[in-house]
């Protein structure tokens, strides 16, 4: 046998030798999973590693090397693999968002931003909200919802994105067959309206709804365009139920809802009943106009120094008041008016209709 043939064979025995240590040496059996919150680190194990390749500790961390997505997991965001040993491997696993869920022949489909179903289960997840009022086809795994009506789809991931982003996860959100959007917390029903100026309504409820949370009523909010309107929550009478009120977009309570107090802009006070047009055969009724113009001119000018920065209050009516502070002992506007049904406590807290109690030096809620 020739020096060559030696060599030749001498090498395909050390290869075969390396190749069988590798294989048989590199295998995995201790596989250590983090990050995963919703998924078992047995099933997550058992459908990542299923072959002979997947099982090779140097092949699978190097699959995994740059928190690649998981064909094989397609719940899984990303995965990324670290060889810990020649027989074990640690993983850092996220797992698909799931942002909404829809209800469908009693089970629950939870869909993440982009509408792809991540799951068809009997369990009810925490700080995931419910939607109710839109019509799906039957939905199938990993694929995307199927609406009839392709814009109450996008409305209804705009919201569901928007309440988690904002953490504030009601029990659920409805949609009315105009497509108006109401929410419910707890004894609370929001009435958002259309899908328009939506991050501002949500950012705005956000702020307003630590002052009537644990009431029994309704805050509209569907006329609100991010403008500072006023939003109004009117108090249910029974305490005991919540009043069920469909919105129709206008920013109107729905009919037999009884009255609702008149929303006006932040910093106005509300309008007696005889600040409508004035009577065309009073007399002097120009005069009159001119005199209350200067006056009001001249109480701008004089207004108080503030006591205190601005903070929200609701006055007696039900409307929320952005402009109110604490001067001269007393809750007042921006003008320096009192604002009817709020008042400040022996502590010097603001209180207002609600019983709401403001920390003037700082604005938030003190009680």
Known sequence: MSRGVKAAAILVVVLGAAAAVVLGVFQIRSIDVRGNERYLAEQIRDDLIYDFKTRNTLYFAWKYRNDSPAEDA????????????????????????MVGRVQYEGSNVYYDPDGVVQEITDTIYSGIPLVAGVDIEKPRLYQKLVCTNSSLLRTMLNITQLLIKNELIPDSVTFDANQNMILRLGNVTVLLGQDEYLEEKVANLVSIYPQVEGQTGTLNMEGFTGKNEAITFKADSDTGNVQETEGDGSGQPAEGQGEEAEAVPAGDSLAGEGSGEPNAGAEGSGEADAGAEEEAAEAQEEAPAEDSTPFMVFDSSGTLRYDARVSNGQVVDSYGNPIDGCYVDENGYAVDAYWNVIDPATGQLAQ
């Open 74 to 97: 397609p719940y899984l965001k990303s995965v990324q693999a670290v060889m810990l040993s020649p027989t074990s491997v640690r993983i850092e696993v996220k797992e698909n968002q």
